[in-house]
């Protein structure tokens, strides 16, 4: 097992690195000119070469990206052009409020998307599996965005039972019960299309291990239904779950930013459509470079769990 | 070249002829057990129809501004489905904007479709530093969440529609070089590849003749399903500003602008996030069909 992780771990390195060069490059693709954004369209000519030379835009792109990721490494992403304050400080006070949405969004699509899958699985083609299967196809059918708009409409702005955006009330909340009351819809919104698709792959999987050998041979044995489905069935089926939870992961970490925007949430994807807007460029890197960090660690995680379920993976 | 027939009858692949014949048989008994599918195709056909004539329908000035008439609901005379805030006719809109909506989703398919079997074969082919650069530039490319390279992409380039276009493309072609490769890797090691190869053929010519046909179902299937997605991705990029720049718009920032009138005149965000949903529900409805018919598993049981 330590020596699957430590593998495992050893191919984070140049992953990382390739996507630092993907985020550096986008940077530098970009047709605007630091400088010119940072100095506004008054700006003289000497002024702007002057900051230029100072950025050390004039130097060859592999010497710029060589002390970038010397700053980068030591936790300095620079600093925004728009709010002039250090970036990783802006972006990591972001993050808490991204987390606090995929991640509940995340438990809500395993935990409902495996539930629903494995009651589909065990009454196929009764009423729930069928709706379970037009869900999914509407799930992925339909713009997150336009689903969370629907969403507030109804119970925020028509039946007034949730909040409709924002992440706490700005008088007298604060608490856990005022966070959950402004999560419900957010989360919600993100979680639909990943939990159908959880139920859909569980559901094929389960009806597939409960085909096997060793569950008519457990139900022989006079084993009771539940440990047949659950003991049995599911954790059998459980390495193709985590397989498409973590590409979910990725999904809701991305999704994120089109939710964030619809009820205002205040995490990295709102700061991030901000900072494309306003063209800082420094803000967005540093955004982009910490929810891939985040996903790359989610992936691994992912690879762990494989290990700690599947045996034969870790002995390879 | 006797030997050459004979490499050409061990190739699983009937007479062109049985194949088409074969095809419409299970086709037509498909579309008797999946009437879905059908009208999900017929929706389609007529949304194509619909963009590609736009010209010439008896549709209103989607850019004319009537300010005595803004945000009027649906079923107003003269406006069948209402107005937006500027007073600019909703139905003929919508029906301009399907052309910017369905054009991007099926062109930024067909740019990474394009691409990703390009690099899909090279890589599944070749081994060497060709497979390890495609490869490792794949792995990095899925170190990304999909939205946010995207996203990341756009902010480099600039906002507008044709960068999140080649944002959206580049992000779409692992999905392509992952399955080609998968394919040929399989295919690499069969005998009438080998056959080929001691005939003397180039390797274009096992690529082209030999491999690239065994790639066009599973190809057909996933562009299918992958124009609904690219779709979704660019009304995304446009809702969050960074697609279509006004005065262009298309369901995506119609439904942006409509947001702050959603609360009054909740149909002018309703009804352009319903055309998307429709279209997108057609597409993988058909992609569904198209699989069943194409792939021979679910056919034997058709």
């Known amino acids: ?316 | 070249m006797s030997l050459g027939v004979a490499t050409v009858s061990r190739e699983p692949q009937p007479a062109l002829a049985g194949r088409a014949a074969d095809l419409q048989r299970s086709a037509r008994r498909l579309a008797g057990r999946n009437r879905l599918a059908v009208a999900a195709l017929v929706v389609l056909v007529a949304a194509v129809v619909a963009a590609v004539l736009a010209p010439h329908l008896p549709l209103q000035d989607p850019d004319a501004v009537e300010t005595t008439n803004r945000l009027k609901p649906p079923l107003s005379p003269g406006h069948l489905l209402g107005t937006d805030e500027f007073g600019r006719d909703l139905l003929a809109r919508l029906v301009w904007g399907s052309r910017v909506s369905l054009l991007a989703g099926a062109a930024s398919a067909a740019a990474a479709m394009v691409a990703g079997v390009v690099l899909g074969l090279l890589s599944g082919f070749y081994t060497g530093w060709a497979e390890t650069l495609i490869m490792r530039a794949t792995d990095i490319l899925m170190a990304f969440p999909y939205i946010l390279l995207a996203i990341a992409i756009v902010a480099g380039l600039g906002p507008g529609l044709r960068n999140a276009m080649i944002a959206i493309a580049i992000v779409g072609l692992p999905l392509y070089i992952r399955l080609v490769r998968s394919v040929v890797l399989s295919l690499r090691e069969r005998e009438f590849v080998e056959a080929a190869r001691a005939l003397g053929a180039t390797d274009t010519l096992i690529l082209g003749r030999h491999v690239l046909p065994h790639l066009v179902s599973p190809v057909i299937v996933a562009f299918s399903l992958d124009v609904g997605t690219k779709i979704l991705a660019t009304a995304g990029l446009s809702f969050l500003g960074l697609g279509t720049q006004p005065p262009t718009a298309d369901w995506g920032s119609m439904l942006a602008t409509g947001r702050q009138f959603v609360v009054f005149r909740p149909h002018v965000v309703l009804l352009p996030g319903l055309a998307i949903f429709v279209i997108v529900l057609a597409l993988n409805l058909v992609g569904d069909a198209l699989r069943d018919l194409l792939d021979p598993r679910t056919r034997a049981q058709a």
Not at chain 1, 131 to 147: D, E, H, N, Y
């Open chain 1, 1 to 316: 097992m330590k020596t699957y992780l430590v593998r495992r771990l050893l191919l984070v390195g140049p992953v990382l690195l390739g996507v630092s060069v993907v985020v550096f490059m986008v940077l530098h693709l970009s047709p605007g000119d630091p400088a010119e954004i940072m100095l506004g369209p008054q700006a003289t000519k000497e002024d702007l070469e002057r900051l230029r030379t100072e950025l050390g835009l004039t130097e060859p792109l592999p010497v710029q990206y060589a002390r970038w990721l010397g700053h980068v490494v030591q936790g300095d992403l620079g600093r925004s052009l728009w709010m002039k304050r250090p970036v990783l400080g802006e972006v990591l006070g972001r993050f808490q409020a991204t987390l606090i949405l995929t991640g509940t969004a995340l438990l809500l699509s395993t935990v409902g998307g495996i539930a629903l899958g494995v009651a589909s699985a065990t009454r196929p083609n009764s009423l729930l599996d069928r709706l379970s299967a037009v869900a999914s196809l509407f799930g992925v059918s339909m713009p997150v965005f336009w689903l969370g708009i629907v969403l507030m409409v109804i119970f925020a702005l028509w039946l007034g039972w949730l909040p409709a955006s924002g992440m706490y009330s700005p008088y007298g909340g604060g608490d856990l019960r005022d966070l959950l009351a402004h999560l419900a819809l957010p989360a919600v919104t993100l979680a639909a299309a990943s939990v159908t698709i959880v139920a859909r792959l569980t559901r094929s999987t389960m009806l597939e291990t409960l085909g096997q050998d060793y569950i008519r041979t457990a139900r022989a044995k006079g084993v009771v239904e539940r440990l047949v489905v659950l003991r049995h069935g599911l954790r059998n089926a459980l390495i193709p779950i985590v397989t498409v939870v973590g590409v979910q992961a990725g999904y809701l970490l991305g999704g994120a930013v089109l939710t964030e925007t619809v009820f205002a949430w205040p995490g990295v994807g709102t700061l991030m459509v901000q900072g494309i807007l306003a063209r800082d460029f420094p803000l967005v890197q540093g955004c982009v470079l910490v929810v891939a960090l985040c996903f790359v660690l989610v992936n691994l995680a992912v690879d762990a769990l494989y290990a700690w379920l599947d045996p034969r993976i870790r002995l390879e």
